[in-house]
């Protein structure tokens, strides 16, 4: 006779959260985050839509759970011969009598990749508290993009792509985001290509001028983002192009 094997299950201590957001451990200091915890407000489109600015990463991270991040490479590290290589790190010095003292600066984006991303810069005197401060700084930065189709060359009326041409700029860096027909990928700088991503496009052209400094390309494609949102677009044109916001479903 064989002997079957008994599986034991341990859960997890109570009061313990293995994976995610301990919702129940968080103290809400405003009163929206009062409200979100409650239960009263459960969607993140309540917010937004509103123009109430959130005070609390803690709000993003219950409404929109799946949320993912990444950080940009905008610094350069040192390498051989006096080449460079990219870095996430933006290291910077002050020169004092008591020697240099190094400062590093980095640049985060979050997104769901189903229509809402932000960014966040941080700055510390060591690498960890920049990343934290820039985290916090793109979940208090999340906005919904508007998605939709509108190359003459597709037309198929989902969202893979921009619904229109829209141009962002950022200082002397100026950058212009065009549809593209499914399939054609992203056809854009490799750093503004993980926030398209995280945002849920697709596919897009892209030009841009002046484009040698990272931090202002990065945020000249934020900033085309918000112009997405800003543009007023009749219904019928709406239906047409099929245009769609954020989502956290």
């Known amino acids: 006779m064989v002997e079957e094997e008994k599986v034991i299950v341990v859960e997890p201590p109570e009061g313990v959260i293995i994976k995610g957001f301990d919702k129940e451990g968080w103290t809400p200091k405003t009163d929206i985050g009062r409200k979100v915890k409650s239960g009263e ?3 993140i489109e309540d917010i937004l839509t509103k123009g109430v600015k959130i005070l ?87 906005m919904s993009v508007r998605r939709g189709c509108g190359s003459w060359a ?5 969202s893979h792509s921009v619904p229109f041409k829209v141009t962002g700029k950022c200082s002397s860096v100026q950058i212009e985001l065009i549809p593209a027909p499914m399939g054609t990928g992203l056809c854009i700088e490799e750093e503004c290509k993980k926030i398209l991503d995280l945002a849920g496009i697709k596919d897009v052209y892209a030009n841009a001028m002046n484009s040698k400094n990272k931090l202002n390309l990065v945020t000249a494609c934020f900033n085309a983002f918000k112009k997405l949102s800003k543009t007023k677009v009749s219904s019928k044109d709406i239906e047409h192009l099929g245009i769609i916001k954020g989502k956290n479903e």
């Open 41 to 43: 407000i459960n969607s």
């Open 56 to 142: 609390e990463p803690q709000i993003i991270d219950v409404l929109v759970p799946d949320l993912q991040s990444t950080l940009l490479s905008i610094g350069q590290s040192k390498g051989k011969f006096g080449g460079g290589k990219k870095s996430i790190w933006r290291q910077t010095q002050k020169k004092t009598k008591e020697g240099n003292k190094p400062n590093f600066a980095c640049l985060a984006v979050v997104g769901n990749k189903n229509g809402y991303v932000g960014i966040g810069f941080g700055k510390s005197k060591e690498t960890m508290p920049a990343r934290e401060k820039a985290l916090r700084a793109a979940k208090l930065n999340l």
């Open 154 to 158: 597709c037309g198929c009326g989902t």
